[in-house]
């Protein structure tokens, strides 16, 4: 089973900036798609962005121009840089390893106005 942990996460302010890290226990990641979602308080858990193995990159129209997702394959890890934060983005922030089905722990993000 792969084990992916989340970290990165925190408090910022409306505007500001914030860079998640998904580091795998294996070397699954080379192999799959990777996504992260994230999920408000009485929310549905929704999916904010993905990358393939070879790169190509899709995201949700929320995020467009302000998330981007990356890999590094070497270093087993994905990560999702958060710029122009609003609160609207305040959620637990999660990975998931779409070859093995593993999600991570999560991550919260809180944005405030």
């Known amino acids: 089973q792969v084990q992916l942990v989340e970290s990165g996460g925190g408090l910022v302010q409306a505007g500001g900036s914030l860079r998640l890290s998904c580091a795998a226990s294996?070397?699954?990641?080379?192999?799959?798609?990777m996504g992260w979602y994230r999920q408000a308080p009485g929310k549905q858990r929704e999916l904010v962005a993905t990358?393939?193995?070879?790169?190509?990159?899709n995201y949700a129209d929320s995020v467009k121009g302000r998330f981007t997702i990356s890999r590094d394959n070497a270093k087993h890890t994905v990560y999702l840089q958060m710029n122009s934060l609003k609160p609207e983005d305040t959620a637990v922030y999660y990975c998931?390893?779409?070859?093995?089905?593993?999600w991570g722990q999560g991550t919260q993000v809180t944005v405030s106005s």
């Open positions: 294996g070397s699954i990641l080379s192999i799959g798609v």
């Open positions: 998931k390893s779409f070859f093995s089905g593993s």
């Open positions: 990358i393939t193995s070879n790169g190509n990159t």
